[in-house]
């Protein structure tokens, strides 16, 4: 859409992808459509929102495959390519199997006695969905004998860590895609990362639900000494917890506002949830390897809870029209059975918590002399609550007074009269014709976030 800042951002990257492609002699080609002009298009492949990727193989006009790689130049054409060619390389004896396993840092081999077979099909479509690995195949005999195999199995090879993890592929069962990826995805990467630039994408992309967080100093030698422990530590979770390495003093000090830390603070240890960003602390920081075998198995099992943060509250909290809640605050405001309460989840870099900036506070003016309705708003940056888990900026949550302790999210649009309409309405819109959005500010999309930053994100019709 030509409104679109999604669009927009992508717009330079979708074209230098598309110059990639086309100077490679690629078969792949890239196109855009105007879904705001080509309405029939863009109401046949069900376009909901800005903006959305499809590849179309074959001629097939039914069933084009939704893009589900990267949305920068590199990550569209290696997407491309592995769909245009084929996704894994076949090896067809022993010394380009050994050239193969050499030429990168992580490869994954299949080893499949019929490259026909279901088995194989899986692991050639896994092999076209991470494009950020390199996949080959082989069926000859003196390659499995090679490797030392009799049986069809999945290698993983890196020049790290163990160097090879097998992965046998079940007789009975044989592959699961979804399985095999998350298996992958987990192995692929050290066993203790650290987070820098260039790994933070893995770090997030691998999907590992839990993230172990050891702060150092990195130019404190005893402080380094310290990632003995953590390391050893390691290798019991592989695939459920995520041991990472952050330099207070380096590429990691950006993200220390983030769980309430500065640099004064390392060495100390969190435990991350990532699916809610819940964070975990020992009582006190011990640094050997049992102790923190003990503290995680605790917190997988449920036994610890979470550490939230909050700001402090403004001196003038409660005498503005719109009232500034923190975590320390949220419970006796939000759930006062005697008030109806509307309440703006934010975080303060936000383009479209900004963008309603002024109808929010124009709200808190018209409804300050109310006795049972208050506005209120929460940096959800800085304030974590524990049976509420923000997803994307800014979401809206209506309280209504009385017993229950219950919750309305707010839906509609973003302006002075229907938030206005909600609240005289009880919390509910009057049953009318829903408008239509002439201009991208009356939108509900929302940015999304991730743990630390944001993450792609498309304008919603």
Same mark, same amino acid.
């Given at each position: 859409a030509?409104?679109?800042?999604?669009? %927009?951002r992508?717009?330079?990257?979708?074209?230098?992808?598309?110059?990639?492609?086309?100077?490679?002699?690629?078969?792949?080609?890239l196109?855009?459509?105007?879904?705001?002009?080509?309405?029939?298009?863009?109401s046949?492949?069900?376009? *909901?929102?800005?903006?959305?990727?499809?590849?179309?193989?074959?001629?097939?006009r039914? =069933?084009?495959?939704?893009y589900?790689? /990267?949305m920068?130049?590199?990550?569209?054409?290696r997407?491309?390519?592995? +769909?245009?060619?084929?996704?894994?390389?076949?090896?067809?004896?022993?010394?380009? $199997?050994?050239?193969?396993?050499?030429?990168?840092?992580?490869?994954?081999? @299949?080893?499949?006695?019929?490259?026909?077979?279901? $088995?194989?099909?899986?692991?050639?479509?896994v092999?076209?969905?991470?494009?950020?690995?390199?996949?080959?195949?082989?069926?000859?005999?003196?390659?499995?004998?090679?490797?030392?195999?009799?049986?069809?199995?999945?290698?993983?090879?890196?020049k790290?860590?163990?160097? +090879?993890t097998?992965?046998?592929?079940?007789?009975?069962?044989?592959?699961?895609a979804?399985?095999? *990826?998350?298996?992958?995805?987990?192995?692929?990467?050290e066993?203790?990362?650290?987070? *820098?630039?260039e790994?933070?994408? =893995?770090?997030?992309?691998?999907?590992?639900? !839990?993230?172990?967080l050891?702060? #150092?100093?990195?130019?404190?030698?005893?402080?380094?000494?310290l /990632?003995?422990?953590?390391r050893?530590?390691?290798?019991?979770? +592989?695939?459920?917890?995520?041991?990472?390495?952050?330099?207070?003093?380096?590429?990691?000090?950006?993200?220390?506002?983030?769980?309430?830390?500065?640099p004064a603070? $390392?060495?100390?240890?969190?435990?991350?949830?990532?699916?809610?960003?819940?964070?975990? %602390?020992?009582? %006190?920081?011990?640094f050997?390897?049992?102790?923190?075998?003990t503290?995680v198995?605790?917190?997988?099992? @449920?036994?610890?809870?979470?550490?939230?943060?909050?700001?402090?509250?403004?001196?003038?909290?409660d005498?503005?029209?719109?009232?500034?809640l923190?975590?320390?605050?949220? &419970?006796?405001?939000?759930?006062?059975?005697?008030k109806?309460?509307?309440?703006?989840?934010?975080?303060?870099?936000?383009? !479209?918590?900004?963008?309603? $900036?002024?109808?929010?506070?124009?709200?808190?003016?018209?409804?300050?002399? !109310?006795?049972?309705?208050?506005?209120a708003?929460?940096?959800?940056?800085?304030?974590?609550?524990?049976?509420?888990?923000?997803?994307?900026?800014?979401? #809206? !949550?209506?309280?209504?007074?009385?017993?229950?302790?219950?919750?309305?999210?707010?839906?509609?649009?973003?302006?002075v009269?229907?938030?206005?309409?909600?609240?005289?309405?009880?919390?509910t819109?009057? &049953?009318?014709?829903?408008?239509?959005?002439? *201009?991208?500010?009356?939108?509900?999309?929302?940015?999304?976030?991730?743990?630390?930053?944001?993450?792609?994100?498309?304008?919603? #019709?």
């Amino acid at each position: 859409a030509p409104w679109c800042g999604h669009c %927009q951002r992508l717009a330079p990257a979708f074209a230098q992808a598309a110059a990639a492609l086309k100077d490679e002699s690629s078969p792949a080609r890239l196109g855009k459509v105007d879904a705001t002009a080509q309405t029939a298009l863009a109401s046949e492949f069900g376009i *909901t929102s800005y903006p959305t990727l499809k590849l179309f193989r074959d001629g097939n006009r039914t =069933h084009p495959l939704a893009y589900t790689g /990267r949305m920068d130049a590199k990550g569209i054409v290696r997407w491309m390519e592995r +769909r245009a060619g084929p996704s894994a390389t076949l090896l067809q004896d022993a010394d380009t $199997a050994a050239a193969f396993v050499g030429s990168q840092d992580v490869v994954v081999v @299949g080893f499949f006695k019929d490259l026909e077979s279901e $088995a194989a099909q899986v692991f050639y479509e896994v092999a076209g969905e991470m494009v950020d690995m390199t996949f080959g195949v082989a069926e000859a005999a003196e390659v499995f004998e090679a490797y030392g195999l009799s049986a069809n199995t999945i290698c993983l090879f890196k020049k790290f860590d163990e160097g +090879r993890t097998d992965f046998p592929v079940d007789p009975a069962q044989g592959l699961d895609a979804a399985e095999l *990826t998350q298996l992958l995805r987990a192995h692929k990467l050290e066993l203790v990362m650290e987070f *820098t630039n260039e790994t933070s994408d =893995h770090i997030f992309g691998a999907k590992i639900p !839990h993230h172990m967080l050891l702060f #150092l100093n990195m130019s404190s030698s005893g402080q380094l000494a310290l /990632r003995d422990g953590f390391r050893a530590a390691a290798g019991t979770f +592989r695939g459920k917890v995520l041991f990472v390495v952050v330099d207070v003093a380096g590429y990691g000090a950006d993200v220390l506002p983030f769980f309430g830390l500065t640099p004064a603070d $390392a060495p100390t240890l969190r435990l991350v949830k990532m699916e809610n960003n819940r964070k975990y %602390q020992m009582d %006190q920081d011990v640094f050997s390897d049992t102790a923190i075998r003990t503290f995680v198995q605790a917190v997988l099992d @449920g036994k610890v809870k979470p550490r939230l943060l909050s700001a402090e509250p403004p001196e003038d909290w409660d005498t503005r029209p719109v009232k500034v809640l923190v975590g320390k605050t949220f &419970e006796q405001v939000a759930y006062d059975e005697t008030k109806n309460v509307f309440v703006k989840f934010y975080a303060p870099w936000c383009s !479209h918590c900004q963008a309603m $900036a002024a109808a929010w506070e124009e709200l808190g003016e018209r409804y300050k002399d !109310h006795e049972d309705i208050v506005i209120a708003e929460l940096d959800a940056t800085a304030n974590e609550l524990e049976n509420i888990t923000i997803h994307g900026f800014p979401t #809206l !949550h209506y309280f209504p007074a009385g017993p229950g302790r219950k919750m309305v999210e707010y839906k509609s649009n973003r302006d002075v009269e229907t938030f206005s309409k909600f609240l005289e309405n009880g919390g509910t819109l009057p &049953e009318e014709p829903p408008a239509v959005p002439k *201009t991208p500010e009356n939108s509900t999309g929302r940015e999304e976030t991730s743990p630390l930053g944001t993450a792609e994100s498309r304008d919603e #019709l």
